[in-house]
Every structure is written in C-alpha cells, then in structure tokens.
C-alpha cells in the first residue's frame, strides 16, 4: 500500500468516526503510463544485454533480406553506409507503428492511437477500442478495468 502511489494508483481512507474506514481508490493515469513505458524501456534493454551476452550481433538499421541466409542493412544516414550479413539464423525485428485508416485519421484527442494513449492523463469516461490484435485486447481489458466504459 505505501508504494502504491509509484504504480499510479492512490488509496484513501474516509469514515466518521469510530466507524469503520471506507477505502477509495483513484488512478494517476498519467503515472501509469510513465511506469509502463518506463517497464517496456526497460524490458528492451535487459532483451538487448541478454542478447549480446550470448554472442549476438545486433545491427539498428533499415534492412531487406538478401537471399537464403542474409540480410543487407542499411546503417548509414540516408542509407549512405551498408552491412551484408550472412548466418544460419537471422532474427529481422521490424518493430511497430500503429495502423492508421484514411477515413479516422488520428488526431490525438478524440481519435487515438496506441501509441498516442500512453500520452493520456486522465481516464476517459468512454472509450471504443478499433482492432482485434493482443494489443487492442490488453487496452479494452486495462481500461476497462481502470473504470471506463470501454
């Protein structure tokens, strides 16, 4: 209870007394968020150190596979410097960005997204969730559970 506040949660205690307490609960969304990001960040970097611990060579880049085997990466700025690499085993991590549809562009109040909800301070009193992937579901399922009417 005393670190609570860290994870963006907030308890309260209220009761006349020599009654009882009643506990109320409020979320700090915008604490949420920053320890979220601030988990992932550091998730990544553990996966990155684990990574070269093992002996993999990891090369940030633009890149396109080349064949059975290898993949050219674009190192450089403006794709000015290459890096052609062959092995066994290649593992390409492409990353994400969030898909945008022409008839609701984002506009980072009313249209969100996902990116862009780690951004909110306050819990919105409705939300729809557009995407059936792991990513919508665990949205649907936090704000849900954060209070929203999702």
Known sequence: IAGASDLGVQLFARGAKGTPLTPEIAINLAAVNKRLLALARQQSDDMRSSLVEAGVRIISGHGRLDGP?????????????????????????????????????????????????????????????????????EFASAYMNLGAKV
């Open 69 to 137: 085997g290898a993949v050219v990466v674009s190192t450089g700025p403006q794709g000015t410097a290459f890096d052609r690499v062959e092995a066994d085993t290649l593992v390409v991590s492409v990353g994400a960005s969030p898909r945008q549809l022409p008839q609701a562009k984002p506009d980072g109040e009313r249209i969100l997204t996902w990116t862009q909800l780690y951004d909110m301070t306050t819990l919105p009193e409705h939300l729809i969730v557009v995407g059936s992937g792991v990513t919508g579901a």
